[in-house]
């Protein structure tokens, strides 16, 4: 189905909400300060990385990297702890949801929530902040919201996903093949990806008017605030390599790196 040039903007504004300034507001015990987050966050959160595992496609994600890591381990060490395929299963699960939980909380710190909420209302109008709020409470919205989070939870782990093989390649870690499906080249899964992420898309295209039409753009106007008042020499000092702190520790412990 043909998708509005709107439409196709605003999704573009979702994903990297999600996937590039790692949206979120990072529970209190994981906050290094006590930096006030935009409330622009609050409105449109995305799942968190414990509640991103438990989408059915974000966890046969899960399943692909604790596979790959179970053919990557040294067989006599992997036999000697007894770790089976649900061992690295389990392993890759937590191992997502940790490198998640260390990304989100960089957007955290990079974020200057007064900033971001007074230029949004500069550029979206007096108010916009209540309006965004407001619409997204409206029922058509908040429908297009849950299934966007639904989304978001995929799109999120596979973000995790890419970051963990990087950081890994970078390392030179010596791992047997890949679980992301477009390192890997696996197009039946990309297109079950796209299958079960195109919902919203659908949904906000046949529910267009008023209501719709004017979240979409404050939508757009949020993420091009966030992304323009967020530190980038924060931002700049991380990359997939500073992930070997969260990853090392165990990825040693179950057999796939050396001591």
């Avoid at 790692?22 to 622009?40: H, I, Y």
């Avoid at 997502?96 to 939980?101: E, P, Q, R, S, Y």
């Avoid at 960089?106 to 709020?133: H, I, M, N, W």
């Amino acid at each position: 189905m043909f998708k509005s040039a709107l439409l196709t903007r605003a999704l573009a504004a979702m994903v990297s909400l999600a996937g590039v300034t790692g949206l979120a507001v990072a529970p209190v015990s994981a906050q290094t300060d006590a930096k006030q987050q935009p409330e622009l966050w609050t409105i449109l959160s995305t799942p968190s990385p414990a509640e991103s595992i438990q989408a059915p496609m974000a966890a046969k994600l899960a399943d692909r990297l604790g596979q790959v890591w179970f053919e990557s381990a040294e067989p006599a060490c992997r036999a000697n702890r007894s770790l089976n395929l649900a061992s690295y299963q389990k392993l890759a699960r937590t191992m997502l949801v940790a490198v998640g939980d260390h990304m989100r909380q960089l957007a955290t710190r990079a974020q200057d929530g007064p900033k971001a909420d007074a230029e949004f209302a500069a550029q979206a109008g007096k108010g916009s902040v209540a309006e965004l709020r407001r619409l997204s409470a409206e029922p058509v919205v908040k429908e297009f919201l849950v299934q966007m989070r639904s989304r978001s939870a995929v799109e999120q782990m596979q973000t995790y996903l890419e970051n963990i093989e990087r950081a890994l390649l970078l390392n030179r870690v010596e791992i047997k093949g890949h679980a992301n499906p477009l390192a890997s080249g696996d197009t039946d899964l990309q297109e079950e990806i796209e299958k079960a992420t195109s919902a919203p898309l659908d949904y906000a295209d046949a529910n267009k008017g008023k209501t719709m039409d004017r979240f979409l753009e404050l939508l757009i106007i949020a993420e091009r605030t966030l992304a323009g008042t967020s530190n980038r020499d924060e931002l700049l000092l991380w990359g997939p390599g500073k992930l070997m702190v969260v990853l090392e520790g165990p990825l040693k412990a179950n057999c796939v790196m050396k001591p």
